[in-house]
């Protein structure tokens, strides 16, 4: 299996299998956002999807007179003929949590919900949002329209973090979680974190998944709540996605070092080797993440969200145009991976 994610084109190799898929992907913001319109402009361009933008063609024509809109589908969800079964679709997901067929008749109108029923209802294959939406927003209308995928409860968010030329000698790429949805995960949570990363990794880099769980304890060197958690989370990944290499519980060094790894008695494929890795909190994972950005002069790739029946990302509110496109390439990409 080529070892994709620890090419130096990584953005160049997850926009190339995307251009291969010609996929559906919504972007619900485009008209408030001259960021997204320029990226839908460039996607469209070079075919990387086929990009659905929600608003007033109109004006989406006199606000942005620049940007050619051929090749682009414009849906208004205040007057769209599909608002009709959109709504009821999402009466008929949310009904049980007291929502009225009144309520859903108004709250299709809004964007993000209309997107999200685009994707559920098989329309479009994907949805990108967050450039001015809150994460909350964009998660919350994800779980509760697309729920989450079979057999997993937990939604969560990986980064990718690749080194540059300014980054310290041997360091290599590695897949962070959960670093923005679950703050204190239960055992079954982290579990499904470290599965769903694991596929994430399958997904968009074609490599194989090296998958660690983190802690202050390397194989029982520790003691404390904390370790148990852990430790159970391990036993019920491997129990339930045998087909993947997990271990732990390791501290950061002895994941990514061999000589350490050895140094400390862990052994196995995944100590000192892996490329996927699971933090106990979102605490430490958002930490740890900001860490290898900042003074490991890493770049990060995400936040891609993990867990859905079908894929939405969500964008940095201070997201650039190159990320668009990007997260839009790897949404494509999570789009053809049947679930199950």
Same mark, same amino acid.
Do not use: W
């Given at each position: 299996?080529?070892?994709?994610?620890?090419?130096?084109?990584?953005?160049?190799? /997850?926009?190339?299998?995307?251009?291969?898929?010609?996929?559906? @992907?919504?972007?619900?913001?485009?008209?408030n956002d001259e960021r997204v319109m320029l990226a839908a402009n460039i996607i469209t361009q070079k075919k990387i999807a086929k990009i659905? /933008?929600? !608003?007033?063609?109109?004006?989406?024509?006199?606000?942005?007179?620049?940007?050619?809109?051929?090749?682009? #589908?414009?849906? #208004?969800?205040?007057?769209?003929?599909?608002?009709?079964?959109?709504?009821?679709?999402?009466?008929?997901? &949310?009904?049980?949590?007291?929502?009225? =067929?009144?309520?859903?008749?108004?709250?299709?109108? =809004?964007?993000?919900?209309?997107?999200?029923?685009?994707?559920?209802?098989?329309?479009? %294959? *994907?949805?990108?949002? *967050?450039?001015?939406?809150?994460?909350? #927003?964009?998660? &919350?209308?994800?779980?509760?329209?697309?729920?989450?995928?079979? %057999?997993?409860?937990?939604?969560? !968010?990986?980064?990718?973090?690749?080194?540059?030329?300014?980054?310290?000698? +041997?360091?290599?790429?590695?897949?962070?979680?959960?670093?923005?949805?679950?703050?204190?995960?239960?055992?079954?949570?982290?579990?499904? @974190? $470290?599965?769903?990363?694991?596929?994430?990794?399958?997904?968009?880099?074609?490599?194989?998944?090296?998958? $660690?769980?983190?802690?202050?304890?390397?194989?029982?060197? +520790?003691?404390? =709540?904390?370790?148990?958690?852990?430790?159970?989370?391990?036993?019920?990944?491997?129990?339930?996605?045998?087909?993947?290499?997990?271990?732990?519980?390791?501290?950061?060094?002895?994941?990514?070092?061999? &000589?350490?790894?050895?140094?400390?008695?862990?052994?196995?494929?995944?100590?000192?080797?892996?490329?996927?890795?699971?933090?106990?909190?979102?605490?430490?994972?958002?930490? *740890?993440?900001?860490?290898?950005?900042?003074?490991?002069?890493?770049?990060? /790739? !995400?936040?891609?969200?993990?867990?859905?029946?079908?894929?939405?990302? %969500?964008?940095? &509110?201070?997201?650039?145009?190159?990320?668009?496109?990007?997260?839009?390439?790897?949404?494509?990409?999570?789009?053809?991976?049947?679930?199950?």
């Amino acid at each position: 299996m080529s070892n994709i994610l620890f090419k130096k084109n990584f953005e160049k190799s /997850i926009i190339k299998q995307a251009c291969k898929l010609s996929k559906r @992907i919504v972007l619900p913001e485009a008209t408030n956002d001259e960021r997204v319109m320029l990226a839908a402009n460039i996607i469209t361009q070079k075919k990387i999807a086929k990009i659905v /933008i929600l !608003g007033n063609k109109e004006e989406i024509a006199l606000k942005y007179p620049k940007i050619d809109l051929t090749g682009m #589908d414009i849906f #208004d969800p205040k007057s769209s003929e599909m608002k009709i079964g959109l709504a009821q679709l999402l009466f008929t997901l &949310r009904k049980h949590k007291g929502m009225t =067929e009144e309520q859903s008749a108004e709250l299709v109108s =809004e964007p993000l919900v209309f997107g999200a029923l685009m994707v559920k209802s098989g329309y479009a %294959d *994907g949805m990108v949002a *967050g450039a001015t939406s809150k994460s909350a #927003d964009v998660i &919350r209308t994800a779980i509760q329209i697309i729920k989450t995928a079979p %057999d997993i409860k937990t939604v969560s !968010g990986a980064m990718i973090m690749l080194p540059t030329n300014k980054s310290p000698k +041997g360091v290599m790429p590695l897949l962070l979680a959960d670093i923005s949805t679950v703050i204190t995960p239960t055992a079954q949570q982290l579990a499904d @974190i $470290a599965i769903t990363s694991a596929k994430t990794l399958s997904q968009i880099s074609q490599s194989e998944p090296l998958v $660690a769980f983190l802690s202050y304890s390397t194989v029982g060197s +520790g003691a404390g =709540e904390p370790i148990n958690i852990v430790k159970e989370a391990l036993k019920l990944a491997k129990e339930k996605a045998p087909q993947y290499k997990i271990d732990g519980e390791f501290q950061f060094d002895t994941a990514i070092s061999p &000589r350490v790894a050895n140094l400390k008695g862990a052994t196995g494929e995944v100590a000192g080797n892996s490329n996927v890795l699971i933090f106990p909190d979102l605490q430490s994972g958002n930490i *740890g993440c900001k860490i290898l950005q900042h003074s490991g002069n890493m770049h990060a /790739i !995400g936040p891609i969200l993990q867990g859905l029946a079908k894929p939405v990302n %969500d964008l940095s &509110r201070g997201c650039t145009t190159k990320e668009i496109i990007t997260s839009v390439a790897i949404t494509a990409i999570q789009a053809e991976i049947k679930l199950n």
